[in-house]
C-alpha cells in the first residue's frame, strides 16, 4: 500500500517544540514532497526543559528553534504559549486549537498517543481529539468559520516504542536528513543530552526510525494508529 498526500492539509499537534521532530517530521516530509500543505501546532512554552547551565529566555529561544525547524520544511507554525507542565484539556485550550483548525483546516490530524509517557502530551493528545470534532460545528464559535467536515487523526508513536503498537507504518527513508536537520535546530534541547537526567534526543528519534522501519521492511518508518470513532475514520 502506498499513500499520496498530494491534496491534503497536515497539522501535527503536539505538545513541545521538537516533538514532532522526533514522531513525524519524516510523514510530515514525505507530505509536503507529494505536494500536501504542512502545519505544526505547538502548545506549550518549552520554558521547563531547562539544560545546565540554564538559559534565560529559554521559551523565546525554544520558539526561535521551532520556528527556523519549520521553515526547513515550508510549515505553518501555530502555538499555544501555554508553560510546560500545565497543559490540560480545558476550554481555554480547546479554544485555542479551534482557531488554529479553523485557520490552517486540516484535514489529517497528527497527534500524541494517548498513552505516551508524558502528562503534557497526554493532555496534547485529548485536546487534538476533541477539537477535531468540535471544529466542524457551527454551535462552538470561533473568528474562523467552521470546517465543512471533521478531518481525520492518527496517533503518533511514543517515545522508545513503549506500549505502542502501529497499525500501520509510513516509508520514511528518504526523508532522514531532513528529520535530521529540523531536530538539529533545537540546540537547546540537543544541549541537555549530556544531562543524567535526559535521554540524547538524536539517539532516540535515530533508534526510533530504524526500530520501526525494520518492522516494516524499510530503513526507516514512523508509526501511526488511525482514530476510528464515527467521522474520523478515513479511508486511503
Given at each position: 500500500?502506498?499513500?499520496?498526500?498530494?491534496?491534503?492539509?497536515?497539522?501535527?499537534?503536539?505538545?513541545?517544540?521538537?516533538?514532532?521532530?522526533?514522531?513525524?517530521?519524516?510523514?510530515?516530509?514525505?507530505?509536503?514532497?507529494?505536494?500536501?500543505?504542512?502545519?505544526?501546532?505547538?502548545?506549550?512554552?518549552?520554558?521547563?526543559?531547562?539544560?545546565?547551565?540554564?538559559?534565560?529566555?529559554?521559551?523565546?529561544?525554544?520558539?526561535?528553534?521551532?520556528?527556523?525547524?519549520?521553515?526547513?520544511?515550508?510549515?505553518?507554525?501555530?502555538?499555544?504559549?501555554?508553560?510546560?507542565?500545565?497543559?490540560?484539556?480545558?476550554?481555554?485550550?480547546?479554544?485555542?486549537?479551534?482557531?488554529?483548525?479553523?485557520?490552517?483546516?486540516?484535514?489529517?490530524?497528527?497527534?500524541?498517543?494517548?498513552?505516551?509517557?508524558?502528562?503534557?502530551?497526554?493532555?496534547?493528545?485529548?485536546?487534538?481529539?476533541?477539537?477535531?470534532?468540535?471544529?466542524?460545528?457551527?454551535?462552538?464559535?470561533?473568528?474562523?468559520?467552521?470546517?465543512?467536515?471533521?478531518?481525520?487523526?492518527?496517533?503518533?508513536?511514543?517515545?522508545?516504542?513503549?506500549?505502542?503498537?502501529?497499525?500501520?507504518?509510513?516509508?520514511?527513508?528518504?526523508?532522514?536528513?531532513?528529520?535530521?536537520?529540523?531536530?538539529?535546530?533545537?540546540?537547546?534541547?540537543?544541549?541537555?543530552?549530556?544531562?543524567?537526567?535526559?535521554?540524547?534526543?538524536?539517539?532516540?528519534?535515530?533508534?526510533?526510525?530504524?526500530?520501526?522501519?525494520?518492522?516494516?521492511?524499510?530503513?526507516?518508518?514512523?508509526?501511526?494508529r488511525a482514530h476510528r470513532a464515527w467521522k474520523r475514520a478515513r479511508a486511503w
Open positions: 500500500m502506498k499513500l499520496n498526500f498530494s491534496d491534503e492539509r497536515i497539522l501535527a499537534v503536539v505538545a513541545h517544540p521538537d516533538d514532532a521532530e522526533i514522531l513525524c517530521a519524516g510523514t510530515l516530509a514525505r507530505a509536503q514532497a507529494d505536494g500536501a500543505t504542512i502545519g505544526i501546532c505547538v502548545f506549550c512554552q518549552g520554558d521547563k526543559g531547562q539544560p545546565d547551565p540554564p538559559i534565560e529566555n529559554l521559551s523565546e529561544q525554544r520558539r526561535e528553534e521551532m520556528q527556523q525547524a519549520a521553515n526547513i520544511l515550508g510549515a505553518e507554525l501555530y502555538f499555544g504559549e501555554i508553560p510546560d507542565g500545565i497543559l490540560a484539556d480545558c476550554p481555554d485550550s480547546r479554544q485555542i486549537l479551534l482557531e488554529h483548525y479553523r485557520h490552517f483546516r486540516p484535514t489529517l490530524i497528527l497527534s500524541h498517543s494517548e498513552s505516551d509517557y508524558h502528562a503534557d502530551h497526554r493532555a496534547a493528545s485529548a485536546i487534538a481529539e476533541a477539537v477535531s470534532w468540535f471544529s466542524a460545528s457551527r454551535g462552538h464559535a470561533s473568528r474562523h468559520k467552521p470546517l465543512t467536515e471533521p478531518p481525520a487523526l492518527w496517533w503518533m508513536d511514543t517515545a522508545r516504542a513503549i506500549d505502542f503498537q502501529p497499525e500501520f507504518y509510513v516509508d520514511i527513508s528518504n526523508f532522514i536528513d531532513t528529520k535530521q536537520r529540523m531536530l538539529a535546530c533545537h540546540h537547546s534541547q540537543i544541549q541537555r543530552g549530556k544531562n543524567k537526567d535526559f535521554a540524547p534526543l538524536e539517539e532516540i528519534m535515530r533508534s526510533q526510525y530504524t526500530i520501526r522501519g525494520n518492522q516494516a521492511g524499510v530503513l526507516a518508518a514512523e508509526g501511526f
